[in-house]
């Protein structure tokens, strides 16, 4: 017996959270890619985890069986801790005759009314559907749209299954658009949702029929107000996880311990709004400056007068560090939720370099292909909405930061100017300072530095 346990111990292979890097003590389960059950290739990808940087992607590193997973998207892994268990019994037979090993073994656990190993479970009951056996090619029963029932087992997280059981679903019923067909929690909040809308149909009640959910007039089907409020019910849970529960926490974190101090100051930009338009006459329209590698090239010269404003605060050492160098951090809105990524050393970079590097760092934020180096180490932040930019917002810090610029519409708008209305194209600059570290007149004097190089465009480019 022992000999047998020592066996199957030595078939099963241990696929244990890795450490991602900058001091990861764990990470959070966003999306498996498997299921148990699945044979899986070596190098295919197993899960998707997030860490307070990135959603990284990893892989298996051997051929085999699953046989459990850790958990469900939203728990916390530890760095270290087994992620996912592998049999590597029959990972060298062809993947079709180990499927068909392991439907049989399926079938025999649900006729001798065992529990399945792993997130798997027998379906409840052998009675017919509405009480009557249906045709093969049947989908109706008395008038009712119903979902085929499938054979063998079905798989699903302890979650799913007990949300189901609340909500007095039949997780057979449904359709599973999981990996190997794992009925997943969006298909149950679907069914949840179909089964607390309205019937489809009125009854005769105190003598009067009331209408039904559609009529057929013409031969178009019109929607009645039945069918519009229906569409209105039901409650869809969306589990804040991943990089959403990063910025969750983070922006909570920043407002909790940080007091803001916000100031907003319109800035002229019409003199900037003639030179960006020179300079891209002669460049690819995909290559065409917006106003933010101004804004971050003009930054990273008034920040050698304020270093207090290029600074982090060490919490745990209760210290202040002012960087030398202008690393600028890039709000950039992505799938996924917000992300910043890095410029680094733009006090360096030419205003070419600056706007490249904007392109290149926000479109891998977005595509999930950026390191983790870059999306670290901002030293300020800058974020700008484009053209939803508004009139003044008030940008959360990006701790440890103590500093943050944002960037409102430019509009044409009539000013006075030199005792004379005229129209001058206008941008406001809404930033916020960590009021801790940062008084109110350096803040202040910071924004009215940048305002003066961003009225004056030549003066970024001064060498002094």
Known sequence: MNGASSAAASHRF???????????????????????????????????????????????????????????????????SVLVVFDLV?????????????????????????????????????????GRELAPDSSTCHGELLLKSRSG????????????????????????????????????????????????TFSNVGGSLLPTVAANVGGSLLPTVASKLASTNGITEIPVIGVRRVIAQRMEQAKRTAPHFSYVEEVDVTALEALRLHLNARRPREEAYSYLPFVMAALARVLRDFPQCNAHYDAARNVILRHAGVHIGVATQTPDGLKV??????????????????????????????????????????????????????????????????????????????????VRRMMNLSSSFDHRFVDGFDAAAMVQALKERLEQPATIFMVE
Do not use: Y
């Open 153 to 200: 087992r079905v798989m699903a997280s302890p979650a799913t299954r007990r949300r189901a059981r609340e909500a007095g679903v039949d997780l057979a019923t449904l359709p599973a658009t999981g990996v190997g067909g794992r009925v997943l929690r969006t298909d149950l909040d679907r069914a949840v949702a179909s089964k607390l809308a309205p019937t489809s």
């Open 14 to 80: 241990e696929f244990k959270v890795p450490d991602l890097g900058e001091g990861t003590v764990s990470s959070e389960i966003v999306a498996w890619k498997v299921a148990v059950g699945e044979w899986v290739q070596e190098d295919a990808p197993l899960a998707e985890l997030s860490t307070d940087k990135a959603v990284v992607e990893v892989s298996s590193p051997v051929s085999g069986r699953v046989v459990s997973l850790a958990g469900v998207p939203g728990d916390a892994v530890a760095v270290g």
């Open 341 to 422: 990524p890095v410029i680094r050393h733009v006090e360096a970079l030419t205003l070419g370099q600056v706007a490249a590097e904007v392109r290149r760092v926000s479109a891998a934020a977005r595509n999930n292909t950026a390191r983790r180096e870059e999306l670290g180490g901002s030293t300020i932040t800058v974020t700008s909405l484009g053209k939803l930019g508004g009139i003044v917002s008030t940008p959360v810090l990006n701790l440890p930061e103590v500093a943050i610029i944002g960037l409102n519409k430019a509009v044409e708008r009539p000013v006075v100017v030199g005792g004379a209305v005229v």
């Open 90 to 130: 029959g990972s060298k037979l062809p993947p079709t005759e180990e499927v068909a090993r392991e439907e049989s073994a399926g079938r025999e656990q649900v006729a001798g009314r065992e529990e399945p190993i792993g997130r798997e479970e027998p379906l409840g009951t052998d009675e017919p559907l509405c």
